[in-house]
């Protein structure tokens, strides 16, 4: 079974930082393209970022450009995970957010969200004093 599953949300004070894991599960990530959206409430979901598995090429909204990275795990064991490296966390990125793999193919990046076909469940980030 075809599957992404997200975890590392919680609860965290503004400025401070999180690592969002993306794990693929039932398929090799070497051939689809990955990215993260994000949906808080009342709000329309929105393209986080992407990563090209097989160009290594990223793109970031222009809200979070900066401040997150996304990166895939290059150790043997591990090269089904990517990651969402989030720092100087503000109030407005809380959200649920979701990976999302795409069978387009591993040359796309795109933060479309129509264009993908596989979501995780999503984890919940929330950025509060």
């Known amino acids: 079974q075809l599957q992404v599953v997200e975890s590392g949300g919680e609860l965290v004070q503004p400025g401070g930082s999180l690592r969002l894991s993306c794990l693929a599960s039932?398929?090799?990530?070497?051939?689809?393209?990955i990215a993260w959206f994000r949906q808080a409430p009342g709000k329309e979901r929105e393209g986080v970022s992407c990563?090209?598995?097989?160009?290594?090429?990223?793109?970031?909204?222009s809200s979070v450009q900066g401040r997150f990275t996304i990166s895939r795990d290059n150790a043997n064991n591990a090269k089904n995970t990517v990651y969402l490296e989030m720092n100087s966390l503000k109030p407005e990125d809380t959200a649920v957010y979701y990976c999302?793999?795409?069978?387009?193919?591993?040359?796309?990046?795109?933060?479309?969200?129509?264009?993908?076909?596989?979501w995780g469940q999503g984890t919940q980030v929330t950025v509060s004093s």
């Open positions: 039932g398929f090799n990530i070497d051939y689809y393209g």
């Open positions: 999302a793999a795409t069978l387009l193919g591993s040359r796309v990046c795109t933060l479309e969200g129509d264009k993908y076909d596989y």
């Open positions: 990563l090209s598995i097989s160009t290594t090429r990223t793109n970031y909204a």
